[in-house]
Nanobody, 116 residues
Framework: QLQLVASGGGLVQPGGSLRLSCVASGLTLDSYGIGWFRQAPGKEREAVSCISSSSASRNYADSVKGRFTISRDNAKNTVYLQMNSLKPEDTAVYYC?????????WGQGTQVTVSS
């Protein structure tokens, strides 16, 4: 069964860190570009970061540049999003997305809450 599972979310204080993981089963991620997206209550889903299949290209939303780092370990079929210096406005459900050509797969989302 083809599945993307996002995990690692939780409740963290402002300034804290979390590392999200996106693990695939039923497909091999090394030929897919991977993106992390987030959706806050009442807002549209927005792109946070993406990484090419070779890791040669990585992009970040302006709001997270310098604080978030995307990486991948193809041997583990996993993509990570290291989130540092978290702010309350980072609170959202975070989703991973795998894309190759016309194929696009979404994970189920993991909740990140930044609050004191």
């Amino acid at each position: 069964q083809l599945q993307l599972v996002a995990s690692g979310g939780g409740l963290v204080q402002p300034g804290g860190s979390l590392r999200l993981s996106c693990v695939a089963s039923g497909l091999t991620l090394d030929s897919y570009g991977i993106g992390w997206f987030r959706q806050a209550p009442g807002k549209e889903r927005e792109a946070v970061s993406c990484i090419s299949s070779s890791s040669a290209s990585r992009n970040y939303a302006d709001s997270v540049k310098g604080r978030f780092t995307i990486s991948r370990d193809n041997a583990k079929n996993t993509v990570y999003l290291q989130m540092n210096s978290l702010k309350p406005e980072d609170t959202a459900v975070y989703y991973c997305n795998a894309v190759r050509g016309v194929y696009s797969y979404w994970g189920q989302g993991t909740q990140v809450t930044v609050s004191s």
